[in-house]
């Protein structure tokens, strides 16, 4: 390993991955939940999409129609003046999003090692409404009793939301309601009640006035949520400087809740570090990371779909030492190692 990354890095490739249906092809498998689920390591990837075939000059889009729910592709004409085809990942309309160039799904991966990886052959969850129209991505699972909570973001036109899915095999899924409106993403629960109440961490992103940090909030039933408090923000001319929000699902330690959360600078350059959270009010911090645990700085993290990334969405316990798996370059899966002490020392 070098700095915490296993030597088999990307663990889970686009070669990896069957298309959803023969006309798409596969551009990323990134961005994966993580369970523990029997003697199984489970990811729940985010598969990205988009057509194999467009005619030249134009940009294809997939996307769910609205109304009847069945899956689209426009062509837009690259000579169109209302639209702006800079960022590979979207087409912008005065400086906004306008569309999605891919759509993602979410697909399980299975191991028994925790290294090697046999990827589904079909999604495990798709996008179905008109919440889901551009696709769905980046989930969080927590595993609490029998069953598994999966929160993920919910793109459409509308904007980015977070809903809830839950599962008790990684089979068979049933979509729960939209947990927290436009803008929001980056929701990760607790996996344990505090003081009988659900917690979770979660990302607003305001408009007029603020910046897309970190808030945690409390829940009585995990489908309302109330008690909504900042926890923390932006450091300016820090690796965390430009952009953060949570990362992987919270792990109790003795220290605390550890939670390990991503940051941009202001060349959109995504590291991750670490914040250690009260144990009985998660809502305290106690210590943050001053430089960060992994940049992206192999070659599979510094080039791909969209180069410069390192993300994590879920992580697992192992006594002392922590497996992150993170998406890297917005492209593959990767598995970073690191002890709590190499954690606690970027403090």
Known sequence: MTGGRLAENPIIK????????PDFKVVGAFNAGVAAYGDETILLVRVAEMPAEVPEKFVAVPLLN?????????????????????????????GRYAYLTSMSHLRVARSKDGVHFVVDEKPSLFPTDSLEAWGIEDPRITGIGDKYYITYSAVSSKGVAVRLATTDDFV???????????ENKDAAIFP???HGKYYMLHRPVPKAIGSPEMWIAESPDMIHWGNHRFLMGLREGSWDGGRMGGG????LTEEGWLELYHGADSDDRYCMGAVLLDKQDPGKVLARSRVPLL???????????FGGVVFSCGALLAGRTVRMYYGAADEVMARADFTLEEIYRTF
Do not use: C, N, W
């Open 172 to 182: 068979m899924y049933e979509k729960q309601s939209i947990l927290l409106p436009p």
């Open 248 to 251: 992987a699902v919270p792990l």
């Open 295 to 305: 940049s992206p700085d192999a070659d599979y993290e510094a080039f791909g779909f």
């Open 14 to 21: 686009v070669s990896d991955v069957k298309p959803s249906r």
């Open 192 to 194: 344990e009640l505090i």
């Open 66 to 94: 609205e109304g009847d729910g069945q899956l689209e592709i426009q062509h837009l004409s690259v000579t169109d003046s209302r639209y702006t085809f800079d960022d590979s990942r979207v087409v912008k309309q005065q």
